[in-house]
């Protein structure tokens, strides 16, 4: 258990680098799910599929998966039975599968491996963040102990990293057998989490800047300007894709971009730029910083 208690740690370390926080870490264990299904008579065939439509409990709710696992045969008692079953967490749900599935080796292993993550929590700076939760899953059939999720940011974006336990992974792909664990990071979904961040931080509110330039000449210029512009906690951005001028305008209306900066040869020699305002179609002359002082007035 310290494998994996030492793999969800690094993934901790590794968003908090990123500058996130806020983490919970919800754990459960396919051995007493494993427990549970037994007790059930639910093994076998059902087994799988039981999992995978509770993997989607977070996005389409109770009342859709309910129905699914009944299309898929198992009884409409037995539904409500593991549906209950999710509800339970952290010692309340260790108590609970050890007097109803105790009967079952696995599950008395998973709720001994359970323990052993809560005890060594707090030597892996995860004490306040590991939450043991019976309704997380993870659909796929290789896991075989621990499984883990992390989530960070709003409710509404989910876990931003995933994993577990698969003793057996490796040797049903032809190596050695070899237990293993690990954890994944959700590109995607920590995307959505720094630009939530991002949104949210007052320091960084500040309307956007395109900074276009009229041609080739100009285009390192209009570089550097961007750049001269984010160190003055502006958002800006200047042209990678060698467009034309009027291509420009048109990618930053696109993205509601709310400003545009335009870099000229005769720009570059006066030092006065012209700052197009796209909302209020209205033009500002003055410096770089000029500029990047009236534009954060207007958040």
Known sequence: MEADLECVSTAVDALRSLGLDGFEVRVNDRKVLDGMMESLSLEGQYEMQVFRALDRLD????????????????????????????????DEALEFARIEFGSSKATMEGIDE?????????????????????????????????????????GEIGSVAGGGRY?????????PSTPATGISLGVERLYEVLFEKISKDDGLKNSGVFVANVNEATAPDA?????????????????????????????????????????????????????????????????????????????
């Open 59 to 90: 996005k389409v709710g109770e009342a859709r998966v309910l129905q699914e696992l009944v299309d898929r045969g198992v009884g409409e008692d037995k539904a409500q039975k593991i549906l209950g079953f999710t509800h339970l967490k952290g």
């Open 114 to 154: 359970l323990r052993q993550l809560q005890s060594m929590a707090d030597a892996f700076g995860l004490g306040k963040l590991l939450h043991i939760d019976f309704s997380l899953v993870r659909g796929l059939d290789y896991y075989t102990g621990p499984v883990f999720e992390i989530r960070a940011g709003s």
């Open 167 to 175: 003793d057996g992974l490796i040797e049903r792909f032809g190596g």
């Open 223 to 299: 570089v550097r300007i961007s750049r001269d512009l984010q160190s003055m906690r502006v958002r800006a951005e200047s042209d990678v894709m060698g467009r034309k001028l009027g291509r420009q305008l048109e990618y930053a209306d696109s993205k509601g971009i709310p400003y545009v900066l335009i870099v000229g040869q005769e720009e570059l020699r006066s030092g006065k730029f012209k700052l197009k305002d796209m909302r209020n179609k209205r033009e500002i002359i003055g410096s770089v910083a000029e500029i990047a002082e009236v534009v954060k007035q207007q958040v």
